[in-house]
């Protein structure tokens, strides 16, 4: 762990790659249940155990006062006509934001609160996102050929929730329509309400 100001390029080399700490891999098969169409899922998963994201991160004491920072590389491609994405989550501290800042490539992140508000934003280069507190969120990559590659940076201290989004999903979902993007409703959602 670097204890020195430090300072590189992220320009996306795989040569800077090697700056990080960590090196995550989410395939298909981590993301069981995620995706709304479970056929499309086993027949790809019978093929290929794809992968779908990765991380790279700087280490850092997971504490107040530290942020926690890296890459995100959500690659090109479906299951069923839904688009790769990440498995999205709240923060543990709920009261915690994110900042996020596109390198590459085209998306969206798709957001929601506790109480079920929810927020579909564009992700393009040079696009700066502020996750607000509270705001859970999961990067979406809408690209047909190239990757998402968004810099990231968090409280130390925030943790990572997956639980609720495991459960039940998003409330929105991304998925191609006509050959474009489109946001439609998350038939597994539940509100806050119908959860009680
Ligand atoms: C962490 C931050 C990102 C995500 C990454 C992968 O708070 O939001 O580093 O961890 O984009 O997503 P996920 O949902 O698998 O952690
Ligand atoms: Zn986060």
Redesign the pocket.
């Known amino acids: 762990m670097k204890t020195v100001p430090f300072t590189f390029d992220v320009s996306i080399a795989d040569a800077i790659l090697s700056e990080y700490d960590n090196h995550i891999e ?1 395939r298909l098969s981590a993301m069981k249940g995620q995706f709304l169409d479970a056929g499309a899922f086993q027949a790809l998963l019978a093929q290929d155990d794809a992968l779908l ?1 990765e ?1 790279y991160e700087i280490k850092r004491p997971e504490i107040a006062g530290e942020l926690l920072n ?1 890459l ?1 590389i959500v690659h090109p491609g479906k299951v069923g006509d839904e688009y790769y994405m ?4 709240f ?1 543990t501290v709920l009261e915690t934001a ?1 900042v996020y800042y596109c390198l590459k490539g085209e998306g969206v992140m798709v957001m929601e609160t506790p109480e079920g508000e929810w927020s579909v934003e564009p992700l393009r280069p040079n696009a700066v996102l502020y996750v607000p507190p509270r705001w859970a ?3 979406v990559n809408t690209s047909p050929f190239e990757d998402l590659v968004t810099f ?1 940076v ?1 409280p130390g201290n ?1 943790g ?1 929730d997956y639980g609720t989004i495991e459960t039940q999903g998003f409330r929105k979902l991304v998925v191609e329509r006509e050959g474009a993007p489109a946001i439609v409703d998350n038939p597994r959602w539940m509100s806050p309400e119908q959860r009680a």
């Open positions: 989410r994201y991380v890296g995100s990440t498995k999205g989550h923060h994110e969120h999961r990067s990231f968090y925030a990572h």
